[in-house]
T-cell receptor, first 116, second 114 residues
């Protein structure tokens, strides 16, 4: 299993540009999430999904869109990038059973985004 | 709401020194508690966990005990190595009807010098 994969690893955008951060998992996990990591603030939840076709907002959803058309993929879209979105983005997944047992999530390697 | 507070870094140590990173939490129920580690240039990896009071999680020489009475989950290692240099995150997971939520602390950077 590849686990949770993310692309690209690093991206530079200009203000106003759009892009999609890709996330895929091959563990057949129901739950997938997107976090952003900023210095001194830990990880904050942007959006999450409890299954294909179902998404919901997290703590900091503004400026981001998501969709979940398949179990494997959970892309994060920035429609009009802003400097405040400069961050490291992590995708995570977990199974329904793991969640019920209070287990944790599996994280991807992250995408470092710089918005100029 | 739920929250996690951990000591700010950076923490700089010499090899073989004792490491403690404090973590306290606020939650409305009985969360599961975790420590994650992030090595330079990598994503988060689960280091250890505890799912109920008085449980002790351990891995790679690190330990943490779930203390309900003090709402704490302090991370300790008796003798650190240079390879332990990383950022450490304390986190809690609440199981809720509306969906489970993982809440992170701000992270503590640890630098171990030879």
């Amino acid at each position: 299993n590849a686990g949770v994969t993310q692309t690209p690893k690093f991206q530079v955008l200009k203000t106003g540009q759009s892009m999609t951060l890709q996330c895929a998992q091959d563990m057949n996990h129901e739950y997938m999430s997107w976090y952003r990591q900023d210095p001194g603030m830990g990880l904050r939840l942007i959006h999450y999904s409890v299954g294909a076709g179902i998404t919901d907002q997290g703590e900091v959803p503004n400026g981001y869109n998501v969709s979940r058309s398949t179990t494997e993929d959970f892309p994060l879209r920035l429609l009009s990038a802003a400097p405040s979105q400069t961050s490291v983005y992590f995708c995570a997944s977990s199974s329904k059973g793991d969640r019920a047992r209070g287990e944790t999530q599996y994280f991807g390697p992250g995408t470092r985004l710089l918005v100029l | 709401g739920d929250s996690v507070t951990q000591m700010e870094g950076p923490v700089t140590l010499s090899e073989e020194a004792f490491l403690t990173i404090n973590c306290t939490y606020t939650a409305t129920g009985y969360p599961s508690l975790f420590w994650y580690v992030q090595y330079p240039g990598e994503g988060l990896q689960l280091l250890l966990k505890a799912t109920k009071a008085d449980d002790k999680g351990s891995n790679k020489g690190f330990e943490a005990t779930y203390r309900k009475e003090t709402t704490s989950f302090h991370l300790e290692k008796g003798s650190v190595q240079v390879s332990d240099s990383a950022v450490y995150f304390c986190a809690l997971l609440m199981i809720k009807a509306a969906g489970n939520k993982l809440t992170f602390g701000g992270g503590t950077r640890v630098l171990v010098k030879p």
